[in-house]
């Protein structure tokens, strides 16, 4: 099992470097969503539970674009049938995607973040870096876990450009909501202040039940 | 059943007495038993789902379908509902700050999904196994959201669980129960309905097809994301 996920995530990994598909895409998306809020805010700086909203909606948006493109090497060249003629574990495929979204999404935000302190915060991203990465990390692997159950469900319907992000968003709500206000301490303006702990226990047990609730039925999109 | 569903009516215009909020609290009968069951047909057509890929058997996808079908039906009546009750009471259509109505809001939403789901897949098998781990996923998505919203905001919507329990003089607390076990019947008897509808119109198409001696179902069956028997 192990050495399965390891060779799917080099897989992955190989191939995102090689093609450099998803990665830049979703930099240069949160770059731009960036200058967006810029002007559609029609401010110069964010602080507080405004920049911890604007942070992690970004995110989110460049994470559905990864998320869109997750399995459509497989769907397109035929390696779901590779894959299911191998004899390994069907699970296997779950983690290596998943904690290949995961990586990407921490690549994209060692971008993103200091694009947003440089464009739009407020106070100094360094105030609180250490407790903002780890809430992030923690949004990372909700988004990973969940984007990967919804781009497996929606790979073979016509429509996945649009089931994807339909799906993903009311699923993502109560991440979105643990990330943002976990965050907002930490960017507000003044010195950051301590770090929710309720709202990293939602953030941490949510992910956890999905991952339980992927791993359970993630057999089942496999099938063909 | 339909006479019971009557006597919900009945028992709605005539027995409990108008509490502080006076006329308009009455919506209370209406709107909270009918988002329980919403909410219980959601989790319930999880269920179904999850006995469709232990069996594989048509029904299960039809129960589930079915299930979720009307449970959405009622939720756009819940949302209408509360809204209402909520302008007459807290003097406003929507209020954000309000766990249970922006969680509401959220499954709504989420299972709005489920027909371009269906929709955008042609094969028969793969609809319904799509559509089961979408229904196993979004059900167990209910009670999680409600809690994780529920967790996040100070709450001054009120909480039927302890309301029921404790809040309630008893002709309310009877007539609440009445109006509950009217709503869940009201939800069975829809469900018998469209499932005997649906069964009624597959035994029409087999028919027809076997009379016309040909197989292009395609043109028959139109656009319809159900399932298919």
Redesign the interface.
């Known amino acids: 099992m192990r050495a399965t996920v390891a060779t799917l995530l080099r897989k992955e990994l190989t191939l995102e470097w090689r093609t450099r598909e998803s990665v830049p895409a979703m930099v240069l998306f949160s770059v731009a969503t960036y200058v967006v809020f810029h002007f559609g805010l029609d401010r110069d700086r964010v602080a507080g539970d405004l920049a911890s909203g604007v942070l992690v909606v970004t995110l989110l948006f460049s994470a559905i674009l990864g998320v869109n493109r997750l399995f459509v090497a497989e769907h397109e060249q035929g390696g779901f049938d590779g894959f299911l003629l191998a004899p390994v574990d069907r699970t296997a495929m779950l983690v290596a995607k998943a904690v290949a979204l995961f990586c990407f999404l921490c690549i994209v935000e060692a971008f993103a973040l200091p694009a947003f302190a440089l464009l739009l915060l407020g106070p100094p991203l360094t105030q609180a870096l250490g407790p903002l990465v780890l809430v992030l990390l923690l949004a990372n692997a909700g988004i990973a876990i969940i984007g990967t ?1 919804v781009a497996g ?2 790979i ?5 450009d ?2 994807v992000p ?2 993903a ?3 993502l ?2 991440v979105v ?2 990330a943002a ?1 976990s965050a907002t301490p930490l960017l507000q303006d003044g010195g950051a202040g301590a770090l929710p702990g ?1 709202w990293m226990a ?1 953030l941490a047990i ?1 992910d956890l ?2 991952a339980l ?1 992927a791993y ?2 993630f057999d ?2 496999l ?2 | 059943m339909l006479v019971l569903t009557g006597a919900f009516a009945m028992v709605f215009f005539y027995a409990p007495l108008d509490a502080d909020q006076g006329f308009v609290q009455k919506i209370f009968y209406v709107h909270v038993p009918m988002a329980i069951v919403a909410l219980i047909g959601f989790v319930g057509g999880g269920i179904c789902a999850v006995m469709y ?1 232990r069996t594989r058997e048509t029904k299960w996808d039809m129960r589930s379908y079915v299930s979720i079908h009307l449970s959405v039906v009622l939720a756009v009546g819940v949302l209408i509902t509360g809204s209402i009750w909520a302008r007459a009471s807290w003097g406003q259509w929507w209020v954000w700050d309000e766990p249970m109505l922006v969680s509401f809001l ?2 709504f ?2 299972y ?2 489920y027909w ?2 269906r929709f ?3 094969d028969r098998e ?1 609809q319904a ?2 559509a ?3 229904a ?2 979004a059900g ?2 209910v009670p ?2 409600f809690a ?2 529920r ?2 905001e100070a709450y001054i919507h009120p909480a039927t669980g302890a309301t029921v329990a404790g809040g309630l003089p008893p002709k309310m607390g009877l007539t609440f129960a009445v109006a509950m076990l009217g709503m869940g019947l009201l939800f069975l008897t829809l469900v018998k309905y469209e499932m005997a509808s649906k069964h009624a119109t597959f035994r029409l198409r087999a028919l027809r097809r076997k009379l016309a001696g040909d197989d292009d179902d395609l043109m028959l069956t139109g656009r319809s994301a159900a399932p298919q028997l």
């Not at chain 1, 073979?156 to 996945?160: E, G, L, N």
């Open positions: 159950l469900l929606a073979q319907t016509r429509a996945r649009l089931i339909l799906l968003l009311p699923l709500v109560p909501l643990a206000r309720n939602i949510y039940l999905f609730i359970a039925v089942f999109l099938e063909d | 890929l959220i499954v939403l989420l709005a999904t371009p789901l955008s897949l042609e793969k196994r799509y089961s781990v979408f196993i996923v167990a998505f999680l959201n994780a919203v967790m996040a």
